[in-house]
């Protein structure tokens, strides 16, 4: 992912504001797209397959089937 020079400026200017920490643009740019990796991983929706599997699972563990609603 690719970040406009805007963007990167704005992603500077709330990481200094958060951190104290004055990034570079290269350094910008490569901490934006991580960031926006990870929310875009831990966001992504469950197939129903995955969401099967781990009903699956969690009454292996658990011994006892758990619904979810």
Not at 44 to 69: F, S
């Amino acid at each position: 992912m690719r970040l406009t020079a805007a963007q990167a400026k704005k992603f500077q200017i709330l990481y200094k504001n958060r951190f104290g920490i004055q990034l570079s643009d290269q350094e910008a740019a490569e901490y934006a797209a991580r960031l926006v990796r990870s929310v875009k991983f831990v966001y992504e929706p469950m197939t129903l397959v995955e969401q099967d599997y781990v009903l699956a699972r969690q009454q292996e563990l658990l011994g006892r089937r758990t619904v979810i609603e």
